[in-house]
C-alpha cells in the first residue's frame, strides 16, 4: 500500500536532523492554539514538503482525538515517527515543546519577580477578561461539532452541573464518555453486560476528592502525570483540572495565579500545555518547571508510541467512536464549569465586561489570532490604569 511504503521511506536514516530543525521551527512560531498547529503542519508536511499524502495525515489526525493528550503535540510526535522512527518520535515532540518551555520559564521567572507589582496587575487587569473571551469561542466553536444529539446534550449538561456541585472532573470525564458509549451500543452491550458492572457500581466511591497535602516535586509530578494521561478535548479543558485539583484540592494556587497562568499560554507559541510549566515553575522555580513539564507531556509520547501502529482498527470502532463522541461533550461540560468560576475573577466592572464581550465578538466575526487579542487586552488594561490613576 503507499502508506506502507511511504513510511518505510520516510524511516530510512539521516533524517532525525530535519525532523529536529523543523519542529523546532514550528515550535517557536506556531502561534494560535492546537487547529492552528495542526494547519500549519499540514502546510508543511503534506503540501511543501510531501512527508505524507492528506488521507495519511487526516488519519493520523483521528487517532489524536481518540487518545488522552496535547492533540497538537500528538500530531508533531505522530508525524515525527513516521519520519524517523522512534527516534523521530521522540526528537520531534521534545522540539515542539522544548522553545514554548523555555519561553514560559523566562516569564514565570519574570512574573515571580514582579507579578504582584501595580505595572503587572495593570497588565492583567486586560487580560483576564479577553483569556475568558478565547475559552467562551473554543466552547462555542466545539460544542457544534461535539453535541451530535440529544444524548450528548444531555451528558454534557449533566457534567456541568455536576462540576458545579463540587464532583470529580475526572470521573465525570470518563463517566461521560462510558454512558454515551454503553447508549449508543445498547444492542452490543448484552454480551458484556456483566464485565461493565463492576466498574459502573464503583463509580460513586471515586467520586471522593483527594486529601489536601504539602507541597512537594513528587507530588507535583503525579498530579500533572495524572491530568495529561487523562485529558481529553481542547487543551483549554486543562483549566477545568488545574483549578480542581491546585486551586480547590490542594490550595496551591489562587484563581487569579490559574488565570495568569492561562494567559501566559496565550502570548507563547507552541502547546497550550505549558501552562503547566508556568505553574510548575511557580511553585518549585526550575525544578518545578522541569517536573510539570514532563509530567504532563509524558503520557502523550506513551500514547502515539501505542496508537499510531493501530491506527486503522481505532477509528473503525463504533465502541471507541462513541466513548469518544461522550468525552468530548463532557469535555465541553467542563469547560463550561470553569469557565463560569473563573468568569467571577475576571469580569469585575464595566470596562472588564466590555473587553470580554469585543475580544468575543472579533473572535467570532474576524477569527483572530488569539495572541493579537491577549496583546491588545494588555494595552488596554495599562491604558485604563494609566487613565484612571
Known amino acids: 500500500m503507499p502508506v506502507v511504503e511511504e513510511q518505510s521511506t520516510a524511516r530510512s536514516p539521516g533524517r532525525l536532523g530535519e525532523v529536529a530543525r523543523v519542529f523546532l521551527r514550528l515550535g517557536v512560531t506556531a502561534f494560535g492554539g492546537p487547529a492552528a498547529h495542526i494547519a500549519m503542519m499540514r ?78 496587575s495593570w497588565l492583567l487587569y486586560g487580560i483576564k477578561p479577553v483569556v475568558l473571551a478565547i475559552v467562551a469561542h473554543a466552547l462555542y466553536g466545539l460544542a457544534r461539532t461535539a453535541v451530535k444529539g440529544w444524548l450528548t446534550g444531555i451528558v454534557g449538561v449533566a457534567v456541568l452541573v455536576l462540576t458545579l456541585l463540587g464532583f470529580s472532573e475526572l470521573v465525570l470525564l470518563f463517566a461521560g464518555g462510558l454512558v454515551v458509549m454503553v447508549l449508543a451500543n445498547l444492542r452490543r452491550l448484552r454480551a458484556v453486560a ?50 480542581a485539583d491546585f486551586v480547590e484540592r490542594l490550595g496551591w494556587l489562587t484563581d487569579q495565579q490559574l488565570l495568569d497562568a492561562i494567559a501566559i499560554g496565550q502570548v507563547t507559541p507552541g502547546p497550550v500545555f505549558t501552562t503547566a510549566t508556568f505553574v510548575g515553575y511557580i511553585l518549585g522555580g526550575v525544578p518545578g518547571a ?100
Open 43 to 120: 502546510e508543511e508536511f503534506v503540501r511543501q514538503r510531501g512527508w505524507i499524502t492528506d488521507q495519511h495525515f487526516l488519519d493520523l489526525l483521528g487517532a489524536t482525538n481518540l487518545i488522552p493528550g496535547p492533540n497538537s503535540t500528538e500530531m508533531a510526535i505522530h508525524l515525527g515517527f513516521v519520519r524517523a522512527g522512534w527516534r523521530g518520535l521522540i526528537v520531534a515532540g521534545v522540539c515542539f515543546i522544548l522553545p514554548a518551555a523555555l519561553i514560559v520559564v523566562a516569564l514565570a521567572a519574570l512574573y515571580v519577580q514582579y507579578g504582584t507589582t501595580p505595572a503587572a
Open 194 to 243: 456483566p464485565a461493565l458492572a463492576l466498574p459502573i457500581l464503583a463509580l460513586p466511591s471515586l467520586l471522593l476528592q483527594s486529601a489536601v497535602a504539602p507541597f512537594s516535586l513528587a507530588a507535583l509530578f503525579w498530579n500533572f502525570l495524572k491530568i495529561g494521561s487523562v485529558l481529553y478535548g481542547s487543551g483549554y479543558v486543562l483549566l477545568a483540572f488545574l483549578r
Open 290 to 389: 522541569v517536573v510539570a513539564t514532563v509530567g504532563i507531556f509524558l503520557p502523550a509520547f506513551v500514547f502515539v508510541a501505542i496508537s499510531n501502529p493501530i491506527i486503522p482498527r481505532i477509528r473503525k470502532s463504533p465502541w471507541a467512536g462513541a466513548l469518544l463522541d461522550g468525552v468530548n461533550v463532557a469535555s465541553l461540560g467542563l469547560m463550561a464549569a470553569v469557565t463560569l468560576q473563573l468568569a467571577q475573577s475576571a469580569i469585575i466592572d464595566p470596562v472588564t465586561v466590555a473587553v470580554a464581550l469585543v475580544a468575543l465578538a472579533l473572535l467570532i466575526r474576524y477569527k483572530i489570532n488569539s495572541m493579537w487579542l491577549v496583546l491588545a487586552g494588555a494595552l488596554i488594561g495599562v491604558g485604563y490604569r494609566l487613565v484612571t490613576g
